[in-house]
């Protein structure tokens, strides 16, 4: 059974920085792509970034590109968000979640729908 536990969320002020962590368990984990996704009370879970299995094809959405970075640890199952010159648009619940079982591992979708493992949400709040 997979689990994903999220960490690092906090309140920073704007322009500071977070590093968001995701600690996976269950068998195979490093075999399946990661994303990361944002959710606030006026937007749906959205995507924010995502790596393949092998971490060859990374996607960022269009906002945050040049200022977070994703990357796994594989063997500590663990996948982070490095968050930096954040905004106040930035704010939200982040979840981590892994691909499913039925998509090509070689690509990085953007559909929550893609995704059947998550956590349970860190919070972000960047104040102005």
């Known amino acids: 059974q997979v689990q994903l536990v999220e960490s690092g969320g906090g309140l920073v002020q704007a322009g500071g920085s977070l590093r968001l962590s995701c600690a996976a368990s269950?068998?195979?984990?490093?075999?399946?792509?990661v994303a990361w996704f944002r959710q606030t009370a006026l937007k749906e879970r959205a995507f924010v970034a995502g790596m393949n299995w092998n971490g060859r094809v990374i996607v960022y959405r269009e906002s945050v590109k040049g200022r977070f970075t994703i990357d796994r640890d594989v063997a500590k199952n663990t996948v982070y968000l490095q968050m930096s010159s954040l905004y106040a648009e930035d704010t939200g619940i982040y979840y981590c979640?892994?691909?499913?079982?039925?998509?090509?591992?070689?690509?990085?979708?953007?559909?929550?729908?893609?995704?059947?493992?998550w956590g349970q949400g860190t919070q972000v709040t960047v104040s102005t």
């Open positions: 979640a892994r691909r499913n079982d039925n998509g090509m591992r070689e690509f990085v979708p953007r559909p929550k729908t893609e995704y059947s493992h």
């Open positions: 269950g068998r195979n984990f490093n075999d399946y792509g």
